[in-house]
């Protein structure tokens, strides 16, 4: 069913989405789309991992949906919208052009937020703190495949759901975190990026890389990642007084019942002095 075009989407300063996976088969594009339809920004960005690089280079997957999720970021752009695009390591060919402007979208490594409320933001894919990608990185491409074949079963529940009119659920994201040491794994990622965060001397971090949106403060500083679109279908979103969401987009938009499930909100405030610049 194609995405219907809202007349009044939700209004926000700025959204984070970050591993979309354009390019497999477990991007959850037709939910991303209806997202992107239903929510306008001041600024985008994306957190890495948008197109995976290393699954088109094993087997090429495109399919029409993947097309359209491009061309309405693209459509936002023109539109106004200022997209920023922070490489992550499926997409990491994109590290090569830092500092560039392609297409109306601004590529850098990292970048400084700075909300409507006066904090500033480290906004970063996250995949340096990873030990299995900087040390091993034959295992986290094994690690890929096997992710791949989990998915796969996500994609078949997500559609028999569907058949039942229920929402979608990740199964693979369910079993995630109920397996100890991707929980122990999970934990000291965060640790690893709020102490990073702390030492550059910011208010707080906004990454993604490991699939699992979170919000919260780990030694005074804010840590949230914004999640992904092959598992839990999140972004994480700013109004215009500097407030933090974390957005889950579990439902079409015209599917009975309330597409939108907000949560995980921020409680910290600085000083107002909106603005944005690079690191």
């Known amino acids: 069913m194609a995405t219907p075009r809202p007349n009044a989407p939700t209004q926000h300063r700025t959204l984070f989405l970050s591993d979309i996976h354009l390019g ?28 995976d690089g290393w699954r088109i280079k094993r087997s090429w997957f495109w399919h029409e949906s993947h097309n359209a999720v491009v061309q309405e970021i693209l459509h936002k752009v023109r539109h106004g919208t200022n997209v920023i695009y922070v490489p992550g390591n499926h997409d990491e060919a994109l590290r090569d052009y830092t500092g560039l402007d392609f297409a109306g979208i601004n590529i850098g490594n990292e970048f400084i937020h700075r909300t409507a409320d006066g904090r500033d933001l480290l906004v970063l894919h996250g995949d340096q703190f990873d030990s299995v990608v900087r040390y091993a990185n034959w295992l986290a491409h094994l690690g890929d495949r096997a992710y791949g074949i989990a ?31 991707a929980v122990e794994y999970i934990s000291s990622f965060e640790t690893a990026v709020a102490r990073a965060a702390r030492e550059r001397g910011v208010d707080g971090v906004v990454c993604g890389h490991i699939h699992h949106a979170e919000m919260r403060e780990i030694d005074g500083i804010l840590y949230c990642n914004d999640g992904d679109w092959v598992e839990s279908c999140t972004a994480l979103a700013e109004d215009m007084t ?6 889950r987009w579990h439902n079409f938009s015209w599917e009975d019942g309330d597409a939108t499930q907000p949560s995980l909100t921020s409680s910290l405030a600085g000083p107002e002095s909106p603005s944005e610049k690079a690191a």
């Open 24 to 51: 497999t088969p477990g991007c959850k594009a037709d939910l991303l789309l209806d997202f992107l339809r239903n929510n306008e920004a001041e600024t985008i960005y994306l957190v890495g991992d948008i197109i």
């Open 151 to 181: 998915l796969a079963l996500n994609n078949w529940l997500h559609n028999a759901r569907r058949l039942f009119g229920m929402s979608y659920w990740s199964l693979s994201s369910y079993l995630k975190q109920k397996v100890k040491n």
């Open 242 to 247: 500097g407030h933090l969401t974390i957005v």
